[in-house]
């Protein structure tokens, strides 16, 4: 069987660089990275070779395929951590507990979010708009329709002032 295979190279701590299987599918798609022919019997195919059947019109399975996929990634997060990697032109697999990247990814996570809720985009705008009303004052240059659209942004807070 012809694997069309979607890699992401990366580098750990222990300074090997891995070539991480992103994707895969047995129909050529528009971003592979490397094709490979294994057996159709191979351990691989038989351990994460999932078939969908088409369905007939009362909603029962049929003998037809409608796709093939490959669990290249676990299922038990919504993480999806990857499984297996590319090494010598062989599918081996990838043990990502062994790397802080993957098993800091819940504290990467909850760091985001702390800086989204700190975040605030009314702010930054408000920020940008009178820096920049700043800087044109002080060269002297009138822009016309910026004077236009500040002017009623400042009338709309004016009339809605903060609780």
Do not use: C
Not at 36 to 44: L, Q
Not at 74 to 85: A, D, K, M, S, V
């Amino acid at each position: 069987m012809k694997l069309y295979i979607e890699l992401k190279e990366m580098t750990f701590d222990d300074g090997i660089e891995y070539k991480i299987i992103n994707g895969m599918s047995d129909k050529e798609f528009p971003y592979y990275d490397v094709v490979i022919d294994i057996p159709n019997d191979d351990k691989f195919i038989k351990d994460t070779m999932q078939i969908v059947y088409k369905k007939d019109d009362k909603g029962k399975e049929t003998n037809e395929i409608e796709s093939r996929w490959f669990i290249t990634k676990e299922q038990e997060t919504w993480y999806n951590y990857p499984l297996y990697q590319l090494k010598d032109n062989e599918i081996i697999p990838f043990d990502y507990t062994r790397y802080k990247y993957f098993t800091d990814t819940e504290r990467r996570v909850s760091m985001a979010e702390k800086i989204g809720r700190v975040y605030n985009l009314p702010s930054e705008i408000k920020t940008m708009r009178k820096t920049l009303k700043r800087i044109l004052d002080h060269l002297g240059i009138i822009d016309e329709k910026f004077e236009k659209y500040n002017t009623k942004v400042e009338s709309i807070i004016e009339k809605n002032p903060k609780n």
